[in-house]
């Protein structure tokens, strides 16, 4: 496991429980939660998966009623309670979970795949490479990564500057709420790479169907895994 500074915990994500969903819904229409389900459908049955911030757990309920097992962590316990309720009303599959912040968990057993859904976005761009190196070490040298998360930001001037204020908006609440990390928007590939990953499948999402691509979806695998 590597050691690195890491932040001050989140706060106050078990009050908004109840309008997580509406949030993201109003933000980018279906794409947040469109880009959550491409990567849980993409798990397998007997799969040992790992969900870092599982969220309300629509997409969690999915990778349970494929039969995975699954592994949740998450510093809210409220998260974890909503996902566990989404799985019972679809499978009688139970996930386990970590409540704790899991920079600091020790002794976690390699796993087929981890997700990451809007986990990354949480931290500085620092943070946001130490956590993704820290995710690469608990898969095997054929597991993979999925994240759902921005996209990174356009090559236009325009469009970035446009997709900056966008992305800014809501981070500002989850920052001041939250306690999440200002920062602009990372560009998830680029981390990637540096954190000796590919991406090996890949999707973009509009907002509102009809705007930018703004949201995706990336599943990454270790580059000398092949």
Request: charged fraction near 20%.
């Amino acid at each position: 496991m590597i050691s690195y500074q890491t932040s001050p915990p989140t706060r106050n994500y078990d009050q908004l429980v109840g309008i997580y969903d509406m949030l993201a819904r109003f933000w980018s229409g279906n794409a947040i939660l469109a880009a959550r389900m491409w990567c849980a459908e993409r798990i397998s049955p007997g799969e040992h998966v790992m969900v870092v911030g599982p969220g309300t757990g629509t997409d969690v309920a999915c990778m349970a009623k494929s039969g995975a097992n699954l592994l949740l962590i998450d510093q809210s316990l409220r998260m974890l309670e909503r996902s566990v309720e989404q799985c019972k009303v679809q499978t009688s599959n139970t996930p386990q979970l970590i409540h704790g912040d899991f920079r600091i968990q020790t002794g976690l057993e390699t796993s087929d795949s981890v997700v990451a859904p809007f986990f990354l976005n949480i931290f500085s761009a620092q943070e946001a490479l130490d956590v993704l190196q820290q995710v690469t070490d608990l898969i095997g040298p054929e597991g993979r990564i999925l994240i759902s998360d921005f996209s990174p930001p356009p090559t236009s001037l325009l469009n970035h500057i446009a997709m900056e204020i966008w992305h800014a908006i809501p981070m500002s609440f989850f920052h001041l709420f939250t306690g999440n990390a200002w920062h602009r928007v990372h560009d998830i590939p680029e981390l990637a790479t540096r954190s000796g990953l590919e991406i090996t499948a890949r999707k973009q999402f509009s907002i509102m169907k009809w705007g930018p691509r703004w949201i995706e979806a990336i599943e990454l695998r270790k580059i000398d895994s092949r």
